[in-house]
């Protein structure tokens, strides 16, 4: 069975420094790998993707992550956080095989951003 | 284009009631997908409709049903409501074809006292 572990559940950061939030999957095959950010009241946004092309994949807002397959990871950075970044971030993984549409979303991790 | 709507946003109903939530998504996208958020459960797949079709379902119970017309549009139903069917009902389109990543919309929060 395929699934995501984000290792943390809450993040805190200064404004203007690097942001780091962790995630591990659990695949057999290879799989697809987004990250999604949550803001409150708000739906689901997409901040980046991999999908088997390039292990190092960038996204909107200056995020980027990098796949490791040998560490089974797909850890969320960015350089320098800004105060619009505090949110809800999802690590979600995507079966291989049919079910396209069938994610499986990690617990969450909740970032703070402090002035 | 517009994105994905929900409606109504917020809604509240007693236990044993019924509920029926509608989904409208992105203009040409076929495919539509219903996620239930609660802070105990996270983000649950609920099921995937394609052209009127149900093509994959996750583990809920017989209580969750959902639908789709001719214009995509998808309504999602829950009978015998439960005080634990409370809970942030997300849906998500995309065009269908190929690998495309899922558009959220705001989603439906519904209360069940």
């Known amino acids: 069975a395929q699934s995501v572990t984000q290792l943390d559940s809450h993040v805190s950061v200064s404004e203007g420094t690097p942001v780091l939030l962790r995630c591990n999957y659990s695949?057999?095959?290879?799989?697809?790998l987004f990250w999604y950010v949550q803001h409150p009241n708000k739906g689901l946004q997409l901040l980046l993707k991999y999908t088997s092309a390039a292990t190092l994949v960038k996204g909107i807002n200056g995020f980027e992550a990098e796949f490791k397959k040998s560490e089974t990871s797909f850890h969320l950075t960015k350089p320098s956080a800004h105060m619009s970044d505090a949110a809800e971030y999802f690590c979600v993984v995507r079966p291989s095989g049919g079910g396209y549409n069938k994610l499986i979303f990690g617990a969450g991790t909740r970032l703070a951003v402090h002035p | 284009k517009a994105g994905v709507t929900q409606t109504p946003r917020y809604l509240i109903k007693t236990r044993g009631q019924q509920v029926t939530l509608s989904c409208s998504p992105i203009?040409?996208?076929?495919?539509v997908s219903w996620y239930q958020q609660t802070p105990g459960q996270g983000l649950q797949f609920l099921f995937e409709y394609f052209s009127e079709t149900q093509r994959n379902k996750g583990n809920f119970p017989g209580r969750f049903s959902g639908r789709q017309f001719s214009n995509s549009r998808s309504e999602m139903n829950v009978s015998t409501l439960e005080l634990g069917d409370s809970a942030l009902y997300l849906c998500?389109?995309?065009?269908?074809?190929?690998?495309?990543?899922?558009?959220f919309g705001p989603g439906t929060r519904l209360t069940v006292t």
């Open positions: 695949s057999s095959y290879s799989p697809s």
């Open positions: 998500a389109s995309r065009p269908g074809q190929g690998e495309n990543e899922q558009y």
């Open positions: 203009s040409g996208h076929r495919s």
